[in-house]
């Protein structure tokens, strides 16, 4: 059959408010929305109230679908597995809510979520839910120093964490990240509720911290039971942090309503799940892909969602995935780039696959950073199915760019992330806003407004969130991706126009890891690059400059800012190397040419700036990285 897909983008073209309009009969409204979208508020399905945990959990069951597994747990680290029906789930987020409603949370407060990947994480972001409260899930991965940036901000009223997360170097105590972080913030919560786990328990602040199975026992017991909170479709679900321009992350802010009815479109229509199937995203509940796709799209679709608590490569072998993929039965997979060249570093023949059956898997989606086309052959090969790159971001929460496999693929070329979807009409601009021939780089932006889903504001930060995204090209959203957009509308992605990297799949702010850098009493300044990495995609690296007279081994030195970073923001970031220099190469007005070391790193060909001060830095750099062997 041919690809419905040109007639479905016309049919959005010609009226969105209609194609929006019906997508929205998908969600079960408590009360029906008066209006799709309001120019003036950039509100969508205004007048509209419904709850998403109801919508993802409640009216399963209600169909009659109790006994369909909702949810599969499967940890290779702590070799557990578990299976959790729908029905299972509803009596656990109701009981979870109605405890947490117990210990005064409401509609409108704020829930801090800090859990490794367990099933505990995604109830209690459908509790959170169910009471109309708004959840922030920040990443097992983040430093304390981290966590604290974001109860400052969000001032949540209760925290939920765990003892440990379990990595393959080993079990990670979160306990004492957490008090660690509530002692260095100025907002406190009102208490926390802490799951023990068996591979290392914690102890408990009396009065302050709860225990997560001792409170759900209690509750169980008193037999109360938290019904859905009904909430304007406006109204936040969550906020989610992500890395901006400085060490202050940017609190994207998600709707109700608007965020149901674009990601239960998404299931069928671009990810081409059918009802009853296993979706599994292999991602972190931590990052907006596992927000959207392994908590709220599958449940909302009524689908079976994988919670994997492992690794693609050493839990404890590089078929992981396919073990998990054959075990059960997964229609459709979701993962990042660097997890697949991980796999394939291993075992680049593909080997393990033959272990396993994968005759039921239909495809296999990437995002997070752009798929190399070597990593994308080899992917399709081995696997035998389309291996569909895709383009989204935290601010939109769902793909702005792909190929649809439900709607029928289009033909993509290899480096290319597809074509835009339905409610995402995407330029290319230059610098000055004027539309750049097809076929040329430029400013990749989207023409206001932006469909449901995407960030309404940014939490507490509403001129902020304007300044960064409506300010440069006015009637167009700025991505910070730049890119081009070919003859046949496919989208190809190609950098950052600011200062975020992406390492493996994580998005990190050099200027976040420079503004550590240059806290260190013996550092006068810095730079840090995203130099290219086989692996992660990018690898941050710093290059320093002394303070006047202070003199120091450099592996020392590196070696403390190493463990700075690692401290203030977290293994996640990966720094591992930093360089010491005598001067950095800036433009006249005193601009750090971080493009062009950059391109020096990547062994890019580059031509020195006209407005450089010295180009004999340049040669500097180069010695510098040659002589620490990342430079030939
Ligand atoms: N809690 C605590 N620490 C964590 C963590 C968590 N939830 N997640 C990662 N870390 C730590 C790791 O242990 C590692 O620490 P180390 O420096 O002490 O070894 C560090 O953060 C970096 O982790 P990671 O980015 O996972 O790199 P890795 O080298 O351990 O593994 C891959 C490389 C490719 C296997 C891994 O990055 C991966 O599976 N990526 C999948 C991509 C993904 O999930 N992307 C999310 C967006 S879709
Ligand atoms: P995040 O908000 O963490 O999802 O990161 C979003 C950024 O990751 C985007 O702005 C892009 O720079 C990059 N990104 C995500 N998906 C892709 C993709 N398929 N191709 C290229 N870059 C991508």
Not at 26 to 42: A, E, L, N
Not at 66 to 89: C, F, M, N, W
Not at 202 to 220: H, K, Q, S
Not at 243 to 272: C, E, I, N
Request: net charge negative.
């Amino acid at each position: 059959m041919p690809s419905q897909y040109q007639n479905t983008y016309e049919s959005w073209k010609n009226d969105p408010y209609s194609f929006w309009d019906k997508a929205a009969a998908r969600i079960d409204w408590f009360k029906k929305p008066s209006q799709v979208f309001d120019s003036d508020t950039g509100g969508w399905f205004v007048g509209g109230e419904a709850n998403t945990c109801y919508n993802a959990v409640d009216r399963h069951v209600e169909a009659g679908r109790g006994a369909q597994i909702a949810l599969i747990y499967d940890s290779p680290v702590t070799g557990t597995k578990r299976k959790i029906t729908y029905a299972e789930l509803l009596d656990e987020v109701e009981t979870l809510a109605a405890a947490l409603a117990d210990l005064g949370v409401g509609k409108g407060d704020r829930i801090i979520i800090y859990m490794p990947m367990v099933p505990e994480s995604v109830v209690a972001m459908l509790a959170s839910a169910r009471l109309g409260a708004i959840h922030s899930v920040v990443f097992g991965g983040f430093a304390p120093t981290e966590l604290a940036i974001r109860i400052n901000d969000a001032k949540p009223k209760a925290i939920i964490s765990a003892s440990c997360g379990i990595e393959p170097s080993g079990v990670i105590a979160y306990k004492p990240l957490l008090d660690e972080a509530i002692a260095m913030a100025a907002h406190q919560p009102d208490f926390c509720l802490i799951l023990q786990r068996e591979q290392q328990d914690c102890a408990l602040i009396d009065g302050r911290d709860f225990d997560y199975a001792e409170t759900m026992n209690a509750t169980r017991a008193t037999g109360k039971k938290q019904p859905p909170v009904p909430v304007k479709a406006t109204d936040p679900l969550y906020i989610l942090y992500t890395s901006g321009t400085t060490g202050q992350p940017k609190g994207v802010v998600r709707d109700t309503g608007g965020h149901m009815v674009a990601l239960a479109w998404t299931m069928d229509h671009f990810y081409g799940l059918k009802a009853g199937e296993v979706f599994w995203a292999a991602s972190d509940v931590g990052w907006v892909v596992g927000h959207s796709y392994i908590c709220y799209a599958p449940l909302l679709f009524g689908a079976t969602s994988v919670i994997y608590e492992g690794k693609p490569i050493g839990t404890p072998d590089a078929g992981a995935f396919w073990r998990v993929i054959d075990e059960y039965n997964i229609a459709v997979m979701f993962t990042a780039p660097t997890a697949f060249r991980a796999i394939r570093k291993v075992d680049p023949d593909g080997a393990l696959m033959n272990n396993y059956n994968l005759d039921n898997f239909r495809a296999l989606f990437l995002a997070g950073e752009r798929t190399d086309p070597d990593t994308l052959h080899w992917a399709r090969e081995k696997l035998q199915v389309p291996v569909i790159d895709h383009w989204w971001q935290t601010e939109t929460g769902w793909v702005i760019a792909g190929n649809p496999l439900g709607l029928g693929l289009v033909e993509v070329p290899p480096g290319s992330s597809g074509r835009p979807m339905p409610g995402y009409d995407v330029q290319v601009l230059d610098d000055d806003g004027k539309p750049i021939a097809r076929g040329n780089l430029g400013n990749i932006v989207i023409k206001l407004p932006l469909p449901p889903s995407c960030l309404p504001t940014l939490w507490n930060a509403d001129a902020r969130f304007k300044d960064a995204y409506l300010t440069a090209f006015p009637g167009y959203y700025t991505t910070s991706d730049a890119g081009m957009i070919d003859e046949d509308g496919n989208v190809f992605i190609m950098a950052r126009t600011d200062d975020i990297i992406n390492v493996a799949g994580h998005r990190l702010s050099t200027g976040a890891m420079e503004e550590i850098i240059t806290s260190h009493a013996d550092i006068a300044e810095c730079a840090v690059i995203g130099a290219a990495d086989q692996l992660k995609g990018q690898l941050p690296i710093g290059f320093y400059v002394l303070n006047d007279g202070v003199k120091r081994p450099p592996e020392e030195l590196e070696a403390e800012l190493v463990a700075l970073v690692r401290a203030k923001i977290g293994a996640v970031a990966a720094f591992k190397t930093a360089i010491e220099v005598k001067r950095l190469p800036k433009t006249r007005s005193g601009k750090i040419l971080r493009g062009t070391i950059q391109k020096i790193a990547n062994n890019e060909a580059y031509t020195a700036p006209a407005t450089i001060d010295d180009p004999a830095i340049l040669e500097e750099i180069t010695a510098a990285l040659r002589g620490r062997g990342l430079l030939k």
